[in-house]
């Protein structure tokens, strides 16, 4: 099974997080930054998962230069291919990351790395 995992660059809560002066955003120049532990957690499954099947794990970000940081951490824990869609993430919204992310699985299709996206939901319809 082939696995895409989308994570997000947020503030590490261990770290002091200082707000904007304006108050809407994090000031990065005092935060230290990481992947979600949700994220963490669905990174390993997918490695596992990939591991046992024979597949691929691959993770995906959007965001500026220094979300490369969260793609490096899951290489290190074992997917084997990573892609970073290069946005300003202040100005997107939902439905334009679900957009990239559609496009991004499109690309990977027509260069013949497909992902099993859908494996676990139809196991588990065909398991109830």
């Keep these: 099974m082939n696995v895409l995992v989308c994570v997000k660059r947020v503030p590490d ?8 002066e304006d108050g ?5 120049r005092f935060a230290g930054f990481t992947t979600s ?20 794990a691959a993770v995906l970000t959007l965001g500026d230069a220094d979300a490369v940081e969260q793609l490096r951490a899951a290489l290190a824990v074992g997917c084997t291919a990573a ?3 290069v946005a300003d993430a202040q100005q997107f919204g939902p439905s334009d990351v679900a957009r990239e992310i559609a496009a991004v699985v499109r690309d990977h299709e027509a260069a013949g790395r497909p992902h099993d996206l859908g494996a676990a939901r139809q196991r588990r319809r065909r398991h109830r």
Aim: hydrophobic share 40%.
């Design 13 to 20: 809560v261990t770290s002091e997080i200082v707000l904007t």
């Design 24 to 28: 809407q955003g994090v000031d990065g």
């Design 37 to 56: 532990p949700h994220e963490e957690c669905a990174v390993e499954l997918a490695v596992q998962a990939a591991a046992a099947t024979g597949g691929e």
């Design 83 to 85: 892609t970073h869609v």
